[in-house]
């Protein structure tokens, strides 16, 4: 039953990723049902915005439901759930007036904290992993919130639902927009997950099946992308600066702080949570960045900025999926999430490292992975805001260049430790010693999203006019992109080029060079086996290799102010000397200054809030009755 469930669900994933191209390429629709849907009728209408995201659910629907067939195996708990998770998920950029919406968006958010509760309860962590859905089912609903409110208000004073209707937003007062789009970029972020409003995300994604985590955070979180785009450029247009400033910063300090927090965690599945804040952050970052070039009517650098955004987030959706369905591998064959107990995976788990690998280089943003392309072209498009003539926004853009760079070089550090702490050296447990390599469906779901991802750098110079068509419908402006000879991207005239045919050719020669030297020498090289250089030491055990906690200590002292760790030491020693030491226990647990800060305070005002509010909680019904009374009173006197 589940397997059927699951691959219907990549039969629907593709034919939404067909369809989902044909509308980026110019076939519109509009489909209307009035009565299946109260307060407007269901309303759903494709255009390129639509049309990019839906292919991007839907294909990256079919190898995670591939995936999901070897992963859950026979059971069939969570099965329909997912089905309809990745059903609301196409409906979302389709949805054309606010109830089809609101109901899409909300049917999304349920099916998804369904299944976080499914792997709550499947996990070894029953009551964190309760609290992670707690905490992802309150974030979503106040997203909600915000986001209705936004929308009752464009609805009133535009006297319509449609979202086709709100185009006379121009004529709104530009605090009146401002308000709006305060409260809708408040509701999409939150789903995003932009700091600080990602306390949900390292919570429910590692908490959640691999399968469910890979589409959670490889695409579901991208509609808040989705509705950030077209509340910035179709609803609530002309933008202002000062959207664009707001963007610029919050996806700088999300790309730095979920890298930091990604290089020091030992969970292999949270790990990847904080490096998909980071990777939200560079999307926003050139969002900010085309919404602050709009602005200032330099509509060539929108449509660049904007195609390097959506570029990235087609990108992150392809490695972060591998990247999640590795670590399924990985929990699947082994157990346990812990890095701690892992090690030496690489030669239990050939398939599943090597795919992990290719994953790790792209989301690092190295050569010649489809990570590398996107990050690049954001930097292109950022280090052109000289050309605006504000010195505010110049000084906003150089403190989102700095993050960025940052984010860029701690990223590498961050999966250097995920890859080399998890397959590399000897095992350190059981678990590890015994790992299994992942089933045949799983193999082949990594192996395919792995060729995306080289696809995608290597089709670069396709790929990239196509999306900038896309950002085209968004701000018209003539494309600043153009392919020259050896497939090469073109930016803003001669500003920058870049050929990644050219750049993966270079790095192979580099590697396949020496190796074709020795053979054309006929080099024979006499074999001698012998154990490693073990540094005078007879044997080596994994006692003696770098664990997560050590490879992470230098981060934590570099950046003690953020992380405010809180060392723990325990020695036992031996109760006839101290100089005898039977163990040493060492944790360094860092603290996350957003929940510290602002979280645990507003809770405490809240409870505090709640607590007094109880009182009127009499039991009385004569007294219930008369608050009814007031209440009716009231509304009588605002009518």
């Known amino acids: 039953m589940s397997a059927l469930v ?49 292919a991007l659910v839907g294909a990256a629907a079919v190898p995670v439901s591939v995936y999901a067939i070897g992963y859950a195996g026979r059971e069939r708990r969570g099965c329909l759930a997912y089905a309809v998770f990745v059903a609301a998920m196409l409906v979302v950029p389709l949805a054309a007036n606010v109830m089809t919406f609101a109901l899409a968006w909300e049917l999304m958010s349920l099916a998804s904290y369904v299944l976080v509760l499914d792997g709550a309860r499947a996990g070894r962590e029953p009551a964190a992993s309760a609290h992670a859905g707690w905490v992802y089912a309150v974030m979503t609903h106040a997203g909600l919130a915000c986001l209705l409110a936004g929308m009752l208000l464009l609805t009133a004073w535009t006297g319509s639902a449609r979202f086709a209707d709100w185009a006379a937003a121009p004529t709104l007062s ?24 990602h306390v949900w995300l390292p919570l429910a994604h590692p908490a959640a099946p691999s399968h ?10 991208k509609l808040g992308v989705y509705g950030l785009l077209r509340a910035s450029f179709v609803w609530l247009a002309p933008a202002l600066p000062w959207w664009g400033a707001t963007l610029l910063l919050v996806g700088a300090v999300s790309a730095v702080t979920g890298v930091l927090y990604a290089i020091v965690d ?25 919404v602050a070039f709009a602005a200032a009517a330099l ?62 280089v792209a989301s690092a943003g190295l050569p ?103 950002a085209a419908t968004l701000v018209p402006a003539p494309a600043p992109i153009t392919v020259g000879a050896w497939l090469t991207l073109n930016i803003s005239g001669d500003f920058a080029s870049l050929s990644m045919p050219a750049v993966a050719l270079a790095l192979a020669g580099g590697i396949l060079l020496p190796v074709l030297l020795l053979v054309v020498a006929r080099a024979r090289p006499r074999v001698r086996r012998y154990e490693t250089w073990g540094c005078g030491r007879l ?20 950046f003690d102010f953020f992380y405010r760790p809180a060392a723990r030491l325990d020695v036992d020693a031996h109760p006839e000397s101290r100089f005898f030491v039977r163990r040493i226990r060492y944790e360094n647990p860092t603290r996350f200054i957003v929940d510290e800060w602002l979280y645990r305070p507003l809770g405490r005002v809240l409870r505090a809030a709640a607590q007094r509010a109880a009182v009127v909680q009499s039991g009385s019904p004569n007294l219930y009755l008369a608050y009814v009374l007031v209440a009716l009173l009231l509304l009588l006197l605002v009518a």
């Not at 509009?30 to 307060?39: F, G």
């Not at 969970?267 to 960045?289: M, P, W």
């Open 6 to 54: 699951y691959a219907l669900t990549a039969l629907l994933g593709a034919a939404a990723a067909a369809a989902g191209v044909a509308g980026m390429l110019g076939t519109p629709w509009v489909l209307r049902i009035d009565w299946l849907v109260p307060l407007g009728g269901m309303a759903l209408e494709m255009d390129p915005l639509a049309g990019l995201f839906v």
């Open 174 to 197: 530009a605090g009146a927009r401002s308000l709006v789009w305060a409260l809708l970029a408040l509701g999409f972020a939150a789903k995003a997950g932009g700091v600080p409003l």
């Open 212 to 221: 469910v985590s890979a589409l959670m955070s490889g695409v579901m979180i």
């Open 266 to 290: 030992r969970d292999l599945k949270r790990l990847l949570a904080f490096s998909s804040i980071e990777n939200v952050g560079i999307v926003l970052v050139g969002t900010g960045a085309a």
């Open 299 to 360: 509509p060539a650098l929108a449509l660049l900025a904007l195609a390097a955004a959506l570029y990235h987030v087609v990108n992150h959706a392809a490695f972060k999926s591998l990247l999640f369905m590795a670590a399924g591998g990985v929990l699947h064959g082994t157990g346990t999430r812990d890095m701690e107990a892992l090690g030496g995976l690489i030669k239990r788990q050939p398939w599943t490292a090597a795919c992990f690998l290719a994953g790790a």
């Open 368 to 470: 010649p992975l489809n990570g590398f392309v996107s990050e690049w072209l954001t930097f292109q498009a950022l280090l052109q805001n000289i050309r605006l003539p504000q010195p505010s926004m110049n000084l906003a853009f150089a403190l989102a260049i700095a993050g960025l760079a940052l984010a860029a070089g701690l990223a590498v550090a961050a999966f250097v430790k995920a890859f080399g702490i998890t397959f590399l050296a000897l095992p350190r447990s059981d678990a590890a010693a015994g790992a299994h390599e992942a089933p045949v469906p799983m193999r082949v779901a990594m192996v395919a999203t792995a060729a995306a991802c080289a696809g995608l750098a290597l089709g670069a110079s396709a790929i990239v006019p196509a999306l900038a068509a896309v």
């Open 539 to 558: 044997l080596q055990t994994a006692r003696m290799e770098y664990t997560a906690t050590a490879f992470a200590d230098p981060f934590t002292r570099v």
